[in-house]
């Protein structure tokens, strides 16, 4: 095989192999999320067992060898039947394959990348690492932002079969290829993989979170990482003729974390958008996030590890692995505790540290001589940069076309007119918890049907992901407005990732007078909020309906009880025709269901539905914590729906205004 | 007796009319939370880094909840988030400066010193207001000095203050 080819399918397998282990530990949300109804422990035991694992995996795979082709083969093929595997199956099964799985594309991923840096060279293995970060997430944005593992029919097997029998094809085309004189040596620096990969996933390569958190649009905040790949191309392929970077090493490190900062604790207002000049701004931070992380990678990797015996640097690759594991779950598990068991500090700065790591992992660089300069003397030259442009094609346009794709576009407003003033208003109200499903799973494609099929005219939803890791990373709001064809409106409550919606259908206008309300926090765990709009019937009149979602925790009802009072004090529930639905944490009976009838509202599942119909939990409901409360309306026909995926049930209502 | 008042009423009582410091952009009362926005690059007194590190910050949004009042004195709990931050969980490192900063605001609208304490309990930022302290330093008419202060409440969007008037 030629250089060009034997390096083409390379770079190809370790972006490959990166894309997979991606989306595993994206799919790994879903799964401790079913393990946090077992406590804060168990999910946190699982997920560094599970992330510890990749060495024990490496230890299987390599045997105390060297890493050659054949090892690669072998933990490709593996990977691949387990990342099938996981969606095949549901249930326990799904449960077990899917972190067992994360944990194999962990440890084969870094046995493939301390192959691909003796082939490639540093940059350019970095490079191809980013790539597959950004293969995943176009292909992911080309699916809506629901990945493919979750999905059953072609829309999910076509790009898992593509995306695998790729890495196969590739696999095998490396797996003899190795010099016998050059297999033992091993790079520098490769755990700054794990820490790279848990802010790729969490910030830099996930554009719903960049989207949420900066106030843009999906299909931007995707164009922006498009140009970001470009850029680290073009650094790197800078970088290579000339054997330096760009910018000293000191200089990148300091614009890598002062970018992340910027994107971590935004100048935008919450739910505020960003004007096209702060777009453009914020498109470039994004870009160059992309890009100098990409650098950083490069610089760590440009060493050559000290040289040990076979046997020593068997175990010393199981611990890079297992380092590699608990690096990329660390920040994510860490933030996420913070839900639970807050810290003693705002939880940006977790990622934020994990920034500095990576950033700091960059920071050498070595006098000694590369790692791959034995190996691949023709690695640093332009024409080695040649095998990264099939790869780096495929992946800007998948984004590019994600950005597409995910363009919401709502048609205009239609009213009929000398519709009647007391005209009825259709409203679903449902917690989504961030688009788990039972199974374990995520399932946007049900419940889209499940709003489409109820014919709301507005919907009020709690617990909507934006990018969440937990909620396997998906932009649940972009997604359920382009799918239902509404109008959406959100207000951060845990975090800007974390919200609560209005959809609104163009058949009652544009959603007006949009007010989004921090609740007190009181004694937490977790920031609660509210948003309020105004939606019309055919006839103009007013109806003001608020999305809310209250503090959990059973001992939490003076919290509740504070939160209440806020919304029931704001100005919107002083107009004729308030709705309050939500997920209240409150059962009948309990003083905050108490404050909100005296403060004159009545239910409308006690006054117009089943007041037995329990919500939660939804496949087998034990109590009724979600409300829709009226202040100057009537309601008819209230029901609470069947299971629709989510663990909490939907209820329906329908909303007269009192006309004079 | 009770003595109900909304919120800016009362703060026009309590600042003598001279109104919010510039650097408390918004104030008003939601039920029984008071909701505040303060700019802190307009306060005073700011130097160096403290100036920088303001300008980063911009806006604080600030709810305060009357955690209850003792022996004269109200005790606030304060939710801050800036930038998308909840900034009151940092309050543990900034409590000194905090407590210099309002102290020192208080003092130059001519209150006497002493009569706030910032502190941090449980990851929670709270002031202690000697509300007691600041009736009595008040200029108030000969027929009201010695005025107990025996409740203070939030509710309903008004602030109501039990007093006992002196004999």
Known sequence: MTFSRKATATFTLLALVTAVTVELVRATGPMFDRAFTAGIVVVALTALGTYVAPGLVAVLLVRGRPVTGRTVVQGVALLAVARAAVQVLDGVARYWVTLAA????????????????????????????????????????VLGTWDAIWRSGASGWVPTALTLVAAMACAWAVRSDDAADTTGARPARVWVLGPYLGVAL???????YLASQLGLSLTVAASALAAGVVLAAALTLWSLPRQSALLPAVLRAVVLVAAAALVLFPITAEGEDAGTLLAVGLGVVMALLVAVSTTSLATAWDAPAKDRGPRSAGVTLAGTASAVGLGVILPLLVYQVDYDVPLGLPNAFVILTAVVVVALGGLRRSAQPRAADAAAPRAETRAAWLPAVPALAVTAALVLAGAAVNRVQVEETVRVAGGQPDAPLTLLDWNLHYGVTQEPGLDLGRMADVITASGAQVVALQEVSRGWIMGGGADMATYLARTTG??????????????????????????????????????????????????????GTPFVVTSAHLQ?????????????DVLMSADVASSPAVVIAGDLNSEPGWPEIAYVEAAGYVSGQDSAGDPAQRTFPAHAPEVRIDWVFGRGVTFSDVQVLPDGGSDHRPILATVHPVVD | MWVTAPLDELLHLALRGEGLPPFVTSAELVGSLLRAEVDVRDLPGLMGAARLAARAVGTVHLDVALAGYRDGVAHLAVEAHARSVPAHRLAALFTGPLDAAVARTLTDRGLPPGLTTVGESGG??????????ALDA?????????????????ADSQVAVALTLPA
């Open chain 1, 102 to 141: 994360a944990a194999l594309a962990i440890g084969v991923l870094v046995v493939v990348l301390v192959r691909s840096v003796r082939v490639l060279g540093a940059a350019t293995a970095a490079l191809a690492v980013t790539t597959g970060g950004a293969l995943a997430t176009g292909v992911s944005l």
């Open chain 1, 202 to 208: 969490m910030v830099v390569l996930n554009p719903a």
């Open chain 1, 486 to 539: 509404m109008r959406v409106v959100a207000a951060p409550a845990a975090d800007r990732q974390f919200v609560n919606v209005l959809l609104v259908s163009p058949s009652v206008g544009e959603p007006q007078h949009v007010v989004r309300t921090r609740l007190p926090y009181g004694d937490g765990p977790q920031q609660r909020s509210a948003i309020t709009a105004t939606v019309r019937n055919a006839a």
């Open chain 1, 552 to 564: 959990h925790r059973e001992e939490n009802t003076p919290t509740r009880l504070q939160q209440l």
């Open chain 2, 124 to 133: 929670v930022l709270t002031v202690a207001v000697r509300v007691q302290d």
């Open chain 2, 138 to 154: 008040a200029p108030l008419p000969p027929f009201l000095r010695g005025a107990v202060v025996d409740d203070l409440t939030l």
